[in-house]
């Protein structure tokens, strides 16, 4: 891949290739209950005969463009960084996944990065944690789990605890009230930021049509 277009250009070729092929088909549209694709990974509940399943696989496949791989299981599958597990009421429970070679990657905290993204990364994962576990005695477990990764990292207690407060309340008021502003980091970016707040208003007024500019409040921008 390595380019930035990649990702878009694969999502485009994914969205024709699933018009034209998948969602026309008799199996498809007899069989499938959920089909969710993100890029070229694609996450299925197929209610048929295993069989059926096979068939429609091989369908997919005569096309020498694209070559798809099946993975399946009656009671819990991998998507990403999820594990959907069919409980015995039927109810389809989420939980984290990582592949058992996984390291503890995190960023360190003494690190020369920004504070901001220090502090930011910790709060991002709590609240990726909250979001993806289902179940609440797991979400705690995962939770604490996820603590102690960034404890070995050398994040502070009191950082930690800031940011899985903030993480786990995910509280969304502003989400529909504000923009957050996102730039590349330079020794500037507090002055930038200084500029815009000083001048929000300015565009806000100069420029309606465009729909950034029309909250009345300046953006959210990181905290360094």
Known sequence: MGSNVAP?????????????????????????????????????????PIESLFWFDQHLNIWPELKFYIQHDMERISFLDTLVCKQHNG????????????????????????????KAIPKSQFQRVS??????????????EMQDKFHTRGY??????MARQ?????????????????????????????????????LHKSYPAISEFKFTIPPMFPQG
């Open 8 to 48: 878009p250009y694969a999502i485009s070729y994914m969205s024709s290739f699933e018009n034209d092929f998948v969602y026309t088909h008799p199996l498809f549209q007899t069989h499938l209950r959920i089909w969710r694709r993100f890029i070229d990974d694609i996450f299925c509940i197929w209610d048929g």
């Open 156 to 161: 502070p207690t009191a950082t930690l605890a």
């Open 131 to 144: 979001m993806i576990v289902s179940d609440e005695s797991t979400k705690i477990r995962r939770l604490n």
């Open 91 to 118: 109810v389809l429970a989420i939980d984290l996944f990582s592949k058992p070679t996984d390291r503890n990657s995190l960023l360190h905290f003494r690190s020369c990065h920004p504070p901001a993204m220090k």
């Open 166 to 202: 903030g993480g786990t309340s995910m509280r969304a008021n502003d989400s529909g009230k504000r923009i957050r502003f996102v730039s590349t980091y330079h020794p500037f970016s507090n002055l930038v930021q200084s500029i815009i707040r000083r001048h929000w208003n300015l």
